[in-house]
């Protein structure tokens, strides 16, 4: 199956420090690629747990609340492994409020760091992609919101239906270059962004009863996803959004 063997390809993996990004890097690190991890605080195992499988990680530490570090990422990915290959934009925040008391500051903090640096990281790594003339694969992490409205989370949902129609919009502009943009779409993971709602016995009750495969997913879950999108497996795959959701969208 070489065709899934990602051996010596680079890949960037934004809010690698924790939960889904950290699943994601080390999935693709399994598969072979060096990670260039991209997140705020730092401080995770992500790096040991990359370096285990045998593969290097480039710790870079960026704020994607602004779109100011978009072009020192890619720098510092070119510094540390000559090349890039893969862009996985999965840092994401959610703010919850009822939409008749939602905020400014509640609708640009997620819109900024959910779509305009997805946009713009996007933009700067497809311009490296091009540079190099080997093509390239952009994943978006998307969401069941980007299906469905969702309830009390305005700009989250405003935020990931923007990410499904954007990487539609990628795909047909940049499929002549050998990119591929494609997005998956998780399910209910059980990780920190979901900890108040599995906190919540009915709301856990509720999502659980609705899941057919009849759990939470897993950061783990996405492992084989992940690596299909990333590899020359998918290289006719353009603009799809792959739910990830234990049959979620099904029901
Ligand atoms: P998480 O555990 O809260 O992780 C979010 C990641 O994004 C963290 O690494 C976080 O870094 C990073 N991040 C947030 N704001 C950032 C910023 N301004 N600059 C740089 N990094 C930033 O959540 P998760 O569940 O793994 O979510 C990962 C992605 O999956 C998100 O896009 C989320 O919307 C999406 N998603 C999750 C679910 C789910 O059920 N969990 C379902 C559908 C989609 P810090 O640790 O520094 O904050």
């Not at 760091?113 to 952009?138: D, E, M, P, T």
């Not at 399910?187 to 962004?193: D, S």
């Not at 906190?199 to 609705?210: P, S």
């Amino acid at each position: 199956m070489k065709t899934f063997d990602l051996g010596g390809k680079v890949a960037i993996v934004t809010g690698s420090n924790t939960g889904l990004g950290a699943g994601m890097a080390v999935a693709l690190a399994a598969a072979g690629c060096d990670i260039v991890g991209v997140s705020r605080a730092g401080a995770s195992d992500t790096p040991a747990r990359v370096e285990a499988t045998g593969r290097r990680f480039a710790d870079v530490r960026a704020d994607l609340a602004s779109t100011a570090p978009v072009d020192d990422i890619v720098r510092a990915a070119i510094e540390a492994f000559g090349r890039v290959d893969v862009l996985v934009n999965n840092a994401g925040i959610i703010r919850r409020e009822d939409a008749l008391a939602f905020t400014e500051d509640d609708w640009d903090a997620v819109m900024d760091v959910n779509l305009r640096s997805v946009f713009f990281l996007s933009q700067a790594v497809a311009r490296q992609f091009v540079k190099q003339q080997r093509g390239g694969k952009i994943i978006n992490v998307a969401s069941m919101l980007s299906f469905q409205g969702g309830i009390r989370v305005a700009s989250y949902t405003a935020s990931k239906s923007g990410v499904l129609g954007l990487t539609r919009l990628l795909a047909n502009e940049w499929a002549i270059h050998g990119i591929n943009v494609n997005a998956i779409a998780p399910g209910y993971m059980a990780t920190a962004n979901t900890a108040a709602l599995r906190g919540d016995v009915q709301r856990n009750d509720e999502i659980l009863a609705r899941i057919p495969a009849g759990r939470w997913g897993a950061p783990d879950d996405l492992a084989g996803p992940v690596v299909f999108l990333a590899s020359p497996a998918s290289d006719y795959v353009h603009g799809h959004t792959l739910a990830v959701d234990g049959g979620w969208l099904a029901r």
